[in-house]
């Protein structure tokens, strides 16, 4: 564990940086004074009178950012509060998170954005920035004020959770939004297709007799949403993105210069429908965790620029929701704690990415689709950083989670790579209990 003490003024050093952007992952040292990264060396630092933070071992990457957080928080507070996603966040490596509007109230007016930023200030662990819903009541009818939304600090719009159907309304909403230059993240999903399904519709569903959803409800509403874009002209993100035949789209939709972006979960990337025959609720999601066919293709697609990041859709749920039969659980896992370490053990160390295009997707990538601060290891920036040890080996354990909620199917699985803290604003946090 890394003893530090409260200083703002100081240099990490022995430690591998990280730097995304020009994907150098080798030893470094970086200053830090008063909160900020004043000066990025590459090689060890030497003769300085400041204090030197010993930190050899271990990478030291931007704090992650993720794009794709459910805070519960205002109205669900049994499953998740501002406080303890935070936490939870902190917890995986990441200093910034954006939060989705499906709260209760529903995120659709600037009273509700105050609240989670005040809130946050109150008693927040990291940065929270917040996507406000496209349409009152995420009812997909009637399009919110987004330029009251936007001075409340709303970052992005999303009725993430359900999709607007309504053409025309999509539409409105995209051409008002790229007015306000406020990105728009789509949930695509044809409800008429998916209505009823608790899983992927292919070999597993038949075998277990459970209704799926087929991926055509998926790639229909990525196909529209894309044609939409393209006819406004306005920034589209599209969420968890989970079919081969989405990448297909997205990737094509590039090819054509439209603006879209594309995100893809940790859990959709590393485990297949065919564990669904443990019946195990933690597993349900939505979308819901596909064939092998598709894991190929989403990984396909992080390694050629398709995807442009990885957001873990933290979606908490207690106890008492998912101890249920299937068919009545709803649909969503905690990832904000094993997203670093899970894609570092399934991926990385399977040779099929690189730890810096992990780190990438974890931090320049997601900051540069919605136009965050963050994610880079530069002169001038915040010091906002994370500090892993890619090969420490540790078992997640539901005790140990910061997260209100324990709906992971991963409780019990041993994992490599490890998160020891974070530094928000040059303050470190320890993470390791
Ligand atoms: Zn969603």
Known sequence: MIDWKDKREFWIAGARVADPESGRLRAGSVCVQKGIITEVAWQRVTGTELPVLEADGYVLAPGFVDIHTHLREPGNEEKETIKTGTAAAVAGGYTSIVCMANTDPVIDKPSVVEFILRETERSGSCRVFVTAALTRGLEGEIINEYGFLKEAGAIALSDDGNYVTNSQVMRSALEYARFLDLPVISHCEDPFLSGGTHMNEG????????????AAAEEIAVARDIRLSQLTGSRLHIAHISTAGSVDLVKRAKKSSIPVTAEVTPHHLTMEDTLLESYDTSLKT?????????????????GDGTIDCIATDHAPHNVIDKEVEFDLAPPGMIGLETAFALLNTRL???????????IRLLTSNPARVLGLPGGRIVKGEKADLALLDPEAKWVVEAGNLRSKSRNTPLVGTELTGRVEGVFLEGKWINVVP
């Open 286 to 302: 939505n979308p819901p965790l596909r064939g092998r066919k598709d894991i190929d293709a989403l990984c396909a697609g992080l």
């Open 348 to 358: 990385v160390q399977t040779g099929t990415i690189e730890l810096i295009d992990l």
């Open 203 to 214: 070999y597993s569903s038949t075998r277990l007799g459970m209704r799926g959803s087929p």
